[in-house]
């Protein structure tokens, strides 16, 4: 069974800087892929950036460029570096992973069987 705890998140204004990350306890397979998601009031649960097991990276539009996703395979531990924050970034950031080699964004949440409770991120 896998577990995934969030932490790092916070409040920072616009412009600023946070980097999350997620400890992963349990068993992934060889090929998996892991994804950072977020949830804002009224709105759907969004992929953001997801890395696959052999480090290849995929990003949203809306973070392009400003957020990096990472891992640290020593230390069993994905990153969320989010820099040049917006108001809009603000959300409930969750860390998610699933079996296999598939790891597009629009996979969607349903995707992904394994969640973190996750972190508040707000930017003002």
């Known amino acids: 069974h896998v577990q995934l705890v969030e932490s790092g998140g916070g409040s920072v204004q616009t412009g600023g800087s946070l980097k999350l990350s997620c400890a992963v306890s349990g068993y992934l397979y060889a090929q998996y892929c892991m994804g950072w998601f977020r949830q804002s009031p009224g709105n759907q649960r969004e992929g953001i950036a997801a890395i696959v097991s052999d480090s290849r990276t995929r990003y949203a539009d809306s973070v392009k460029g400003r957020f990096a996703i990472s891992k640290d395979n020593a230390n069993d531990t994905l990153y969320l570096q989010m820099n040049s924050l917006k108001p809009e970034d603000t959300a409930m950031y969750y860390c998610?992973?699933?079996?296999?080699?598939?790891?597009?964004?629009?996979?969607?949440?349903?995707?992904?069987?394994?969640w973190g409770q996750g972190t508040q991120v707000t930017v003002s």
């Open positions: 998610a992973a699933r079996q296999g080699s598939g790891c597009a964004l629009t996979i969607g949440p349903d995707g992904f069987p394994y």
